[in-house]
């Protein structure tokens, strides 16, 4: 499985950013497609998940309300779409595929077989 984020970039304050993330590869119609963020200096940070199969959706708190994830079946493209972005959602956002069933979303890293490249998101105040 490939996986190919883009979409980054720099954005004022209360702004928004769409994240595309192309996949492409084995069969992935029963993966979980996750979104994660590593803000400088810290650690990779869970931010969303969506089920491929039937578009069940999970998101981190911090994002909740302001971030959707999403994803075309037919161009095997993964979104998320950020609103109202805050200088503290500044990092690097990667995509990744958990391919092992499972019946509550996983949020760890360690938990995600394929990873893409990661896109900068910059939000200045």
């Known amino acids: 499985v490939q996986l190919q984020a883009c979409g980054g970039g720099l954005v004022l304050a209360g702004g928004s950013l769409r994240l595309s993330c192309a996949v492409s590869g084995r069969t992935f119609s029963r993966y979980v497609m996750g979104w994660f963020r590593q803000p400088p200096g810290k650690e990779r940070e869970f931010v969303a998940a969506i089920s491929w199969s039937v578009g069940t959706t999970y998101y981190a708190e911090s994002v909740k309300g302001r971030f959707t994830v999403s994803r075309d079946n037919a161009n095997n493209t993964v979104y998320l779409q950020m609103n109202s972005l805050k200088p503290e959602d500044t990092a690097d956002y990667y995509c990744?595929?958990?391919?092992?069933?499972?019946?509550?979303?996983?949020?760890?890293?360690?938990?995600?077989?394929?990873w893409g490249r990661g896109t900068q998101v910059t939000v200045s105040s």
């Open positions: 990744a595929a958990d391919s092992t069933w499972s019946p509550i979303f996983t949020t760890t890293t360690n938990e995600y077989d394929y």
